[in-house]
């Protein structure tokens, strides 16, 4: 998906693994977010950044840490992995409140 | 309860028919409402949004959204086996950008 940049797009890690997942957007959107998808689970909000320098948590924040590092990048952070956090995680762009997100392409992550 | 939801299916219709996917949220003062499509192993794309009540219509596609039922149906009409995928509703919050989805339909169109 032109536009948001995911890293890296597969990665298997053990428990207890510390990992931190990419994100970047070239479309000069003020807000990004991070979801993860499981089976039968949907897309679950963990965290997001409304705009630079803020960041609030989302549904399942547990677990986890961000970082938005300037308008670009939006980074999450796993200090510990756990095997209930294997899952596909997605993030999101979007220029104003009422427009549509914008996807990357997902990194599937294991941890065994 | 659950701020959004739909009914996870698996619904199934033959090639041709009307498809209908329903979400309901629980926050009455949500504002943004949009449908996604996801094929197996890949990102959301969406496919419609609305943001007042009545009936909005892209091609084939047509969402409705009733506020005070707190309610927002996607309808496909002649359906292909190609919208064969999984259907995500979103809501966003008043004057916000915190985005909740429910777990999705799964559509299966028969040829």
């Known amino acids: 998906n032109a536009g948001v940049t995911q890293t890296p797009k597969f990665q298997v890690l053990k428990t207890g693994q510390s990992m931190t997942l990419q994100c970047a957007q070239d479309m000069n959107h003020n807000s990004m977010y991070w979801y993860r998808q499981d089976p039968g689970m949907g897309l679950r909000l963990i965290y997001y950044?409304?705009?630079?320098?803020?960041?609030d948590k989302g549904e399942v924040p547990n677990g986890y840490n961000v970082s938005r590092l300037n308008k670009r990048e939006f980074s999450l952070r796993l200090e510990s992995a756990a095997p209930s956090q294997t899952s596909v995680y997605f993030c999101?762009?979007?220029?104003?409140?009422?427009?549509?997100?914008?996807f990357g392409d997902g990194t599937r992550l294991s941890i065994l | 309860q659950k701020e959004v939801e739909q009914n996870s299916g698996p619904l199934s219709v033959p090639e041709g028919a009307i498809a209908s996917l329903n979400c309901t949220y629980s926050d009455r003062v949500s504002q943004s409402f949009f449908w996604y499509r996801q094929y197996s192993g890949k990102s959301p794309e969406l496919i419609m949004s609305i943001y007042s009540n009545g009936d909005k219509e892209d091609g084939r596609f047509t969402a409705q959204l009733n506020k005070a039922s707190q309610y927002v149906s996607l309808l496909i009409r002649d359906s292909q086996p190609s919208d064969s995928a999984t259907y995500l509703c979103a809501v966003r919050n008043t004057g916000g950008f915190k985005t909740i989805f429910g777990a999705g339909t799964r559509l299966f169109v028969k040829a």
């Open positions: 950044s409304a705009s630079e320098g803020t960041t």
């Open positions: 999101a762009a979007l220029t104003e409140s009422d427009q549509p997100q914008h």
